[in-house]
């Protein structure tokens, strides 16, 4: 029988942030369930690595409908297992989300904005999840074919049905999130936040102005993919391992990494190291210096990951030497 340690909050190991201007607070790293998380690998894998961020003082568990493998909504269906087996005594200390918006079915009500394909996702992600409702239901992404109104709707009666209780967006440019924001606050709807993809050698939520004015319009950030697909981290120092997920193709980047990209890291790395720290820890923390964030959403493999990358809510905050010297190394 899993137990809890029971210092999980007591010897502030973990950090919580509010999300905008909600009484709700995230803490500062949550655990995505998108790769690592479904059919393919054991179940016992799985609810250890829920544990071990649980008892890292984790309370924010993000999935999506497609999330997993082999089939869209493994991830979803394992987590209904861990939450069946171990964490239905914990769940009202659980902050647990789901989203739809990709390809998530055949047909022409399998993907969208819609109103029909938005509730009838949610309904799905509750019985695989085995749960009465989520926390943060998000549109997964800007639906250009489908009126904002009616995507605005939908999110306004999962919340009013009680299938979720708030609202969320994800990937939406500030364009889009003002709108959106202006729509649900007529609704009386408790939208609280956009997720985006954010990190060091991804910062167009900067370009765009997304991030200062969420903050200045009570608009939280929940950030994927903060160590840009594991290239932000000691692992590819020396060149692409066979068994990452660059090396078996399992993601885009590939292509990205040439000599400029690996120098880059090595002096990132080299300012790490002067702070004691893995780059995946520098990595981490230079996000959550940004004020706009709630929480930074991590991806692992194995227990020992989570905890590394909780280890940077430990680090000294950085000087502004530092900062100076980091814009200098990505700008180049």
Known sequence: MYIPQSQRYADGRMRYRRCGDSGLRLSEISLGLWKNFGRTVPLSEVEGMIHTAFDCGITCFDLANNYGAPHNGSAEENMGRVMASSMKPHRHEMVISTKAGFDM??????????????????????????????????????????PLEETAMALDSAVRQGKALYAGISNYSLKQTRRMTEILKEMKTPFIVNQISYSMLNRWIEKDGLDVWAAENGVGLTVYSPLYQGLLTDKYLA????????GKGDTWLGPDIDSGLKAKLR???????????????????WILRNSAVASVIIGASSKE?????????KAADFSEEELLSIEKILEE
């Open 105 to 146: 079915w055949e047909g022409p009500y399998g993907r969208g904005g819609s109103r029909k394909y938005l509730l009838s996702s949610l309904d799905e992600s509750l019985k695989r999840l085995g749960l009465e409702y989520v926390d943060i239901f998000y549109h997964h992404v800007y639906d250009p074919e489908t």
């Open 267 to 285: 002096r990132l790395s080299s300012l790490a190291e002067k702070r004691k720290e893995p780059l995946s820890q520098l990595a981490l923390s």
């Open 239 to 246: 060149g692409v391992p066979k068994d990452s997920r660059i």
């Open 305 to 313: 990951q989570i905890v590394e990358n909780c280890g940077c809510l």
